[in-house]
């Protein structure tokens, strides 16, 4: 079988790069380990209840995105309010612009720290950076907190570069504010969010995926870049001219043949997180006091929780609701116990804040998925430069939080996914 183009992975970034290179003229063959497309972007259906593979709202705003992703399917409109759970009190997100909803004596401490926080001079960590801009109590308290079961290590474990334009950063006056009383502005990054009406967050990838050839359920088990030849695990294998990868690197480089010592080991130093889906359906409604909400309390597992029928009421069956919960693992964290386990755990754990009885559930699932997050280690750069370059020797482009190797949002890999379409047609005109 022969294809001039072939893409790896059909997740958001992959279909993007599959469209515009048939917008381009070339036709593409898309290989895709799972039954359906979607990757981190897709979402499926338990008895009527539909979740998405982790929590997923649109928050883009650039132009052309929009035109491809909401613009071509029908969406509802919401405000980007969440809450926060953190020992018993409920407040609004972010916390450090709705410090009223906090017992006095924290205000107080996280005011007094504020004032006493260091200069922002060189910060060589996260945890500096935090410290920097919201003093030692509070980074400790909240963000270190988080930080510890969201990206699974100490703050200053991570390098600081990925924060900046992620996290609101309010001044004094800000602070004291929110203190005092309540805020009624949503301070986040965008003032709207975005949600398809029906299917879940993967309706938003249906355009792009129409017209598609993509292979599913298709394992790589060998690259041979000289011959350009790809090697599936059913024995058949795949010809090819150009190659796009938005597949993680170190899965790449483990099936491309001869990779050179430097890349390989560069790839052992790149960091993920994984997580477990926690996806329960109940037979009640409105379960969730918010669209999403996080949990900073250390031993409740999940960091983050969303709710489907926030999203959209054709979610879930009439008078129904649901949660999914996140739980994140990586080598620093890893998975202790069985999924079944980590599951029940988690419902008792739940059952401690309230939101619903046990009799209210009507079914849970748990699913788990290796690659997450990129985290921002120390080595990310050095090693993802010497990846790229070994990939660009070997002539195969990239793309996605994956190829791309950075902590990229719905939009983001869209984008990189029509670059690196871009690039390919452009290196097929100079030719």
């Known amino acids: 079988m022969f294809f001039d183009v072939v893409i790896l992975g059909a997740g958001i970034a992959g279909l993007s ?21 979607g990757g981190l972007c897709g ?17 883009d705003n650039d132009p052309y995105t929009y035109s491809m992703i909401e613009g071509r399917t029908e969406h509802l409109i919401h405000e980007p309010e969440a809450l926060n759970y953190c020992d018993g009190n409920w407040v609004r997100n972010p916390v450090q612009n709705n410090l009223v909803g906090l017992p006095v004596h924290e205000r107080i401490e996280i005011i007094k720290s504020y004032l006493e926080r260091p200069g922002v001079t060189q910060v060589n960590n996260y945890a500096e950076w935090l410290d920097s801009h919201f003093g030692s109590y509070f980074s400790q308290r909240y963000p270190g907190r988080y930080t510890r079961k969201y990206w699974t290590v100490d703050a200053d474990r991570l390098e600081p570069g990925w924060i ?17 009383v309540e805020n009624k502005e949503i301070s986040h990054y965008s ?6 009406i029906r299917g879940g967050f993967a309706a938003y990838l249906e355009p792009l995926a129409k017209g598609a050839d993509i292979l599913y359920n298709a394992c790589i088990t060998e690259i041979d870049v000289a011959n350009k030849i790809i090697k599936l695990s059913n024995g058949r294998s795949v010809e090819y001219n150009e190659l796009i990868s938005t597949i993680p690197l170190p899965e790449l480089l483990d099936v491309i043949k001869d990779v050179p010592h430097e890349a390989a080991s560069s790839a052992d130093e790149l960091d993920h997180t994984s997580a477990a889906m926690i996806s329960i359906g109940f ?26 029928d926030w999203k959209s009421p054709n979610n879930v069956p009439d008078g129904c ?54 985290m921002f280690t120390p080595p990310i750069y050095s090693a993802r430069e010497r990846i790229h370059a070994y990939l660009d020797d070997i002539g195969i482009l990239y793309a996605g939080r994956w190829g791309m190797w950075d902590y990229l949002w719905v939009g983001q890999s869209f984008r990189s996914g029509k670059d690196a379409a871009d690039r390919l047609l452009i290196r097929k005109v100079n030719e």
């Open 17 to 37: 790069a599959a469209y515009h290179l048939r917008e381009g003229g070339v036709n593409p063959l898309i290989i895709e380990k799972d039954s359906k497309y």
């Open 43 to 59: 979402s499926f259906d338990i008895d009527g209840f539909i979740f998405d593979t982790f929590a997923h709202i649109s928050f």
């Open 164 to 180: 900046e334009g992620r996290m609101t950063t309010p001044d004094l006056d800000e602070m004291l504010r929110s203190a005092m």
């Open 283 to 308: 037979n009640r409604p409105k379960v969730s006091p918010r669209l999403w909400f996080y949990i900073y309390d250390e031993d409740i597992y999940p960091s983050r929780i969303y709710a489907p």
């Open 191 to 196: 003032k709207e969010a975005r949600y398809p």
């Open 321 to 374: 609701s649901a949660i999914q919960a996140e739980v994140d693992f990586s080598r620093y964290k890893p998975l202790a116990g069985s999924l079944d386990d980590i599951k029940e755990t988690v419902i008792e754990q739940l059952l401690r804040l309230k939101l619903f009885n046990r009799s209210d559930i009507l079914f849970s699932d748990i699913r788990y998925r290796e690659y997450v997050n990129v």
